[in-house]
């Protein structure tokens, strides 16, 4: 074979010399790919002396060539006796059997420059080729294999499993489960792995390194779900693996997530409509399943990705998603290029998520069924999203704990939204309180000119909007015409939302105290009752109307006869009583909490003076045991704050 085989001593010139080579390989979308190679000198290497043009490498150009003190990958170079090469165009690896055969190495260099070594001396450039024979294959190498033996099917499971090297020393880890597609039945254990980034893109350091979980990457030796919508045993023993894992490694049992492709997403579903309630959510990538089965499923969470040139999954999907509307899920579909940027993506999946449904289906143009996975998995928000899902996180918890009177739990309330870095009551401030697992917040209601309710606090533009003039002055045309500010006074591309826009995002998601005059309440009611938000509207006054409405109560301790009016305020049974008082050593303080524990949460306002005494967001950074520590041994278990975050930071510690 022409070239060299690297294992000892290649080069040597003054001395020093090359003395190994080692490729490094990178899962991507389409499949593993040879990326980088490594080079090992006897001293370290003067980077000041490395070109694009020192090395070359069989059929890739030089992206980039850098020095490292191990060889391993790097974002800055490092003083070492490691060079790494980057590839431009990341590499088909050679046949597995030709490199287990070592007839040829996964990578060909040819130094075609000397190399300078630091200190002095030199490394000549060479005619020879320098094939690499060894491979580091990038998070691929950090999955254990191992076998599950159901007992219920008889069946040995092979599957692959990474564990963060922490686990067990912090909370409880989520898991994600990856299911490959058909063209990956087989004996190849590791195929899952390298069937494209379904499964790795969670077990990047990148991703372990904000998101710690488990990955399990089984692998199937025959089809687990076909066309005719039958399949086998190893759905079973697959959902008998996740039990057995939850077990063993003591996971976070409301954060499983299943994801799948082509066979692995209708094998999937299958298992979310046996068990409807052993995943949190769903990433679905090209595949469909029966749809006169998927009913249940019609409250999950799932994101469906598809091509839309796969004409079979696209004719799959809209019969699934005419039975979850008949079974009023919120789905929402949207048309995505296959090729954009990064910050086209991000805003693609923003407004997706926005749109407020629990279903979502991405129709990626251009794509056929295998186009839309090597796609899926680096879509940085689409895996955000899924991480942000929990089982149990749901309307009807978030009640419980409101209406839990003597419950201790403290409850946040963000004021408009966590509007920091947004504008204040746009449904991205809102939509950044249900990130940040927020259970409530607090809009401002106005009338338009038109009759039509916005949510906005102030009663001209100016402040808030590109415009000017009054909201009641203003047609809801109008004011969507107007571009929103955020907190720093840049405009935005957010819009006045309108309270059914609000509600209608909020429903199963977070709580929605509405702040508003009492002449808008029978309106306000009609809208909530109108999109079905009763489960989270929290009215700004009792209403006369049947259902099980939701009220609160505002009581100003400062006022005459106040306890009086918080004896008359618990005769209508508010779900919550915000006291108010501007000085901290109100006499009544006290008294008015005793009385109202047990009868409905108490809440504080600390998000200016005056409202719950010297109590004031703005002081957090000085000390916040001082502001929300010192109230919540008054008895408060609601906060309406602006510093959502902080507050959670604060009750963490």
């Known amino acids: 074979m022409a070239g060299l085989l690297v294992s000892a001593t290649l080069l040597n010139a003054a001395n020093h010399t090359l003395k190994w080579a080692k490729a490094i390989t990178e899962v991507l979308g389409d499949g593993l790919r040879l990326t980088t190679v490594a080079l090992e000198y006897d001293a370290p290497i003067d980077s000041a002396s490395l070109t694009l043009k020192t090395y070359s490498v069989r059929g890739s150009e030089v992206a980039r060539v850098y020095t490292n003190d191990r060889p391993e990958k790097s974002a800055v170079s490092k003083r070492g006796r490691y060079v790494l090469i980057a590839l431009k165009s990341p590499m088909t690896l050679p046949s597995k059997r030709l490199l287990a055969a070592k007839a040829v190495g996964a990578a060909a260099v040819v130094q075609k420059a000397k190399v300078k070594v630091l200190g002095g001396g030199k490394v000549k450039a060479s005619r020879d080729t320098i094939y690499t024979l060894e491979t580091q294959n990038l998070v691929v190498d950090d999955f254990q294999q191992q076998t599950y033996k159901d007992r219920s099917t008889g069946l040995g499971l092979r599957y692959n499993l990474f564990v963060p090297r922490n686990a067990g020393q912090g909370g409880r880890l989520p898991l994600v489960l990856f299911l490959h597609d058909v063209a990956g039945v087989g004996k190849d254990l590791k195929n899952p792995l390298t069937q494209g980034n379904g499964a790795t893109a969670w077990a990047t350091a990148e991703w372990q390194a904000e998101h710690p979980c488990i990955v399990v990457a089984p692998q199937f030796d025959r089809v687990t779900a076909d066309a005719t919508y ?43 409509v046996r068990r409807p309630d052993l995943f949190a959510s769903a990433l679905l990538v090209s595949g469909h399943w029966d749809a006169r089965k998927l009913g249940p499923l019609a409250k999950k969470n799932l994101w469906l990705v598809s091509g839309k040139d796969d004409t079979k999954t696209m004719a799959g999907v809209a019969k699934a998603i005419e039975v979850w509307n008949e079974h009023d899920a919120m789905v929402s579909e949207m048309d995505w290029p296959l090729q954009v940027s990064a910050a086209q993506r991000a805003d693609e999946v923003h407004e997706m998520i926005l749109q407020g449904s629990n279903i979502k289906h991405t129709r990626l143009v251009g794509a056929g069924e295998r186009a839309a996975w090597r796609v899926a998995y680096d879509i940085r928000g689409i895996r955000e999203w899924l991480f942000n899902q929990r089982l149990s996180k749901n309307i009807d918890e978030l009640r419980t704990h409101l209406l839990n009177v003597t419950g201790k739990e403290i409850m946040l309330n963000a004021h408009r939204g966590n509007w920091h870095g947004t504008s204040e009551n746009s449904l991205n401030a809102i939509f950044k309180s249900v990130e940040k697992g927020v259970q409530m917040v607090s809009v401002d209601v106005r009338k338009t000119k038109d009759g039509q309710l916005v949510c906005f606090s102030d009663k001209s533009l100016e402040r808030l909007t590109t415009g000017k003039g009054l909201v009641a002055h203003k047609t809801l045309a109008e004011l969507k015409a107007l571009k929103m500010k955020d907190d720093r006074k840049q405009t935005t591309k957010w819009t006045v939302p309108t309270l059914r826009e609000v509600l209608n995002y909020a429903k199963g998601r977070i709580l929605v105290d509405i702040d508003a005059p009492s002449g808008l309440l029978d309106d306000i009611r009609d809208v909530a009752a109108e999109t079905g938000a009763q489960s989270v509207a929290i009215l700004p006054g009792v209403v006369r109307a049947e259902g099980n409405w939701m009220h609160k109560a505002v009581v100003d301790l400062d006022a005459p006869r106040a306890i009086l009016r918080v004896r008359q305020a618990l005769k209508s049974w508010p779900v919550m009583v915000e006291l108010r008082f501007s000085k901290d050593n109100n006499s009544l303080l006290k008294h008015a909490v005793s009385l109202v524990r047990g009868h409905a949460r108490v809440c504080f306002n600390t998000t200016e003076a005056g409202l719950a005494g010297k109590h004031v967001d703005a002081d957090v950074s000085g000390n916040a045991d001082l502001v929300w520590g010192d109230l919540i041994r008054q008895g408060g278990t609601v906060f309406k704050t602006n510093r959502p975050e902080q507050l959670m930071e604060y009750l963490r510690k």
């Open 230 to 272: 039958h399949y086998g045993d190893e759905i079973r023993a697959c959902m008998s693996l996740v039990d057995f894992l939850k077990k063993r490694y003591q996971l976070d049992a409301d954060r499983l997530y299943v994801v799948g492709q082509g066979m692995g997403c209708m094998s999937a579903y299958a298992m979310m």
